[in-house]
């Protein structure tokens, strides 16, 4: 995240600001999330003006960009009566809702959009549009909603196409379309609903599927493994009040959950009833990881102070014929198994399945690249297809896993890789951490 310059958008309150704000697409989205909090809840009369001019501003620049703010509520109109009588249920649509609420969504999607008035709308060929948008002092920038079509297209043609001409070039164009729309800062979102939403609309597909989102919304694009993060609006932890070892929300009796920046020490991590929980990231000046720690309930289990730059270029050297690198974006995430502290880092990734790579890091500030044992299985079919024999004739070793899921408790962990998307035809897989061997 470009922390560094949040702090100096809304410490340099005395510089002007128009609605050409500069920044990545993720700046401008954390810096209006934190500038909306501001606006509402800050009761300084001054203070509370520059928070709501940064607001506007923030607002006015991601709109120029082609992005609208999602809707409030998210309706399902022909679900909406079956939720109310069910509990269960009900709480998860709530989460559904939150997920839109405060968002920032291209808008193409107007069914996510608060303003449907707002939507983008064009008259031309979708095939011939004209994406990129020529600036005057030579540079370009990219239609959002245009190169989002256009993506679209190629992949109906890479698909469906009725010529191998027309797949090979619907596929290379698509292709370099990805490259282009994760550099600036959107991603496509997952195939299938998260884990903690699987039930939400029974039969229905992800309402986010192959939708192209904001990558800071990993949520949504289902590259995170915490998605509580993104459940819940962003604060300050300066705008929280600390009692008896708990964050609170000022001037409530509830313990605070959500998503926090901490400016004082330019870092970010998430609270969870009242406690630190998770991953928080701290950054230098020069927006470069230089910390992580971990929290569990509170209480600090770990802490790595290498940068975590230096550990994807231990990937890469590790496994430089085995990965999609260019794709992956660097996309990682930390698992404390006691006192073993591993960086799963994203290798491959396709419709339903993402592959990660794992390195254990040493107390000596080294990496340690993992394998895992897999088995070889001899199935032997009879003549009605029915099998007669089921035997393990050996193992191999592989270094990526596909779809992990963990237990810290049992520090193991577990794989779910889908052959298509409804996962009726899958392999699965548990490891499992022996601490008293090496």
């Known amino acids: 995240m470009r922390l560094f310059l949040i702090f100096l958008f809304l410490i340099c309150f005395n510089y002007p600001v128009s609605a050409s704000t500069k920044g990545t697409l993720e700046t401008l989205i954390l810096t209006w999330e934190v500038s909306r909090k501001g606006c509402e809840k800050v009761n300084d009369p001054l203070e509370k003006s520059h928070y709501c001019i940064m607001k506007d501003e923030t607002a006015k620049a991601l709109k120029s960009k ?3 703010e999602g809707v409030r509520d998210f309706i399902i109109d022909e679900e909406v009566d079956f939720y109310k009588d069910n509990a269960e249920l009900s709480s998860k649509y709530k989460i559904l809702q939150k997920i839109v609420r405060h968002k920032w969504i291209p808008c193409l999607y107007e069914t996510f959009i608060e303003n449907p008035k707002e939507r983008f709308i064009v008259d031309e060929d979708d095939r011939t549009l004209e994406w990129l948008i020529h600036k005057g002092d030579g540079s370009f920038d990219i239609d959002v909603n245009k190169i989002i079509l256009r993506e679209q297209n190629a992949d109906q043609d890479c698909r469906g196409g009725n010529t191998p001409e027309v797949v090979f070039a619907g596929c290379s164009v698509r292709d370099e379309i990805f490259k ?4 600036y800062g959107i991603c496509r979102g997952a195939h299938n609903y998260p884990q903690i939403l699987k039930e939400i609309a029974g039969q ?3 309402y986010f599927r192959h939708k192209w989102v904001p990558c800071l919304y990993s949520f949504i694009t289902g590259d995170t493994l915490v998605p509580e993060t993104y459940l819940y609006d962003m604060v300050n932890l300066k705008d929280l009040d600390v009692k008896d070892g708990l964050f609170f929300e000022k001037e409530t009796l509830y313990p605070f959950d959500g998503f926090v920046l901490d400016t004082d020490e330019k870092g970010s991590g998430a609270i969870r009833k009242g406690k630190k929980h998770g991953i928080w990231r701290y950054f230098d000046v020069l927006n470069k990881e230089i910390n992580a720690v971990y929290f569990e309930n509170g209480l600090k289990r770990s802490e790595s102070k290498k940068p975590m730059f230096d550990m994807l270029e231990k990937a890469k050297a590790f496994y430089p014929d085995r990965c999609e690198w260019d794709r992956s974006m660097g996309r990682y ?7 073993s502290e591993f960086f799963a880092v994203e290798c491959i990734y396709g419709s339903y399945n993402a592959w990660y790579v794992y390195l254990e890091r040493k107390n000596d500030g080294s990496y340690l690249p993992i394998s895992f044992s897999y088995p070889l299985i001899n199935n032997t079919l009879a003549e009605d297809n029915k099998r007669s024999s089921l035997k393990l004739i050996g193992f ?3 270094v990526a896993l596909c779809n992990p899921e963990y237990d ?4 193991t962990i577990q794989t779910f890789c889908k052959g298509r998307g409804i996962g009726d035809v899958a392999s699965y897989g548990v490891w499992q951490l022996q601490q008293e061997e090496d």
């Open 408 to 411: 810290l408790a049992k520090m």
């Open 396 to 398: 191999k070793t592989v």
């Open 66 to 68: 082609g992005f609208c």
């Open 204 to 206: 229905y597909v992800w």
């Open 180 to 183: 282009i729309m994760e550099n």
């Open 333 to 339: 995430h930390i698992i404390n198994f006691g006192d």
